[in-house]
């Protein structure tokens, strides 16, 4: 990785598609790597899965973190609930790495 020849590669927001679940209250945006049967458009040299979602008002959406991947979970605006524990902007949520099931409200 570290002698790997850097690259840029410029996407724009058509580029990246859009998933929603939970009626249309959950957008997800997959960025790189596989979520469910999907992969996102943006190459990576490790496998490295990038998502952005968004929840709107009583939105609530749960999924699967394997035991072999670890979670960087950052909430940019507002306020969720992350397995019952409140989480607000600017926050940084951490889990335990033996994985579980990641509920998000």
Known sequence: LKMSEPYYLGLQKHNIRMFERDSGRVRVQLVSGKWEDNFGPFPTLHPVTTMVIEL????????????????????ISG???VNGTSARARTTVTFSEDGELLRVK
Do not use: G, L, M
């Open 79 to 81: 306020e969720v609930k």
């Open 56 to 75: 709107r008002d009583e939105a609530e959406y749960s999924f699967a973190i394997p035991r072999d991947e670890r979670i960087f979970f950052y909430v």
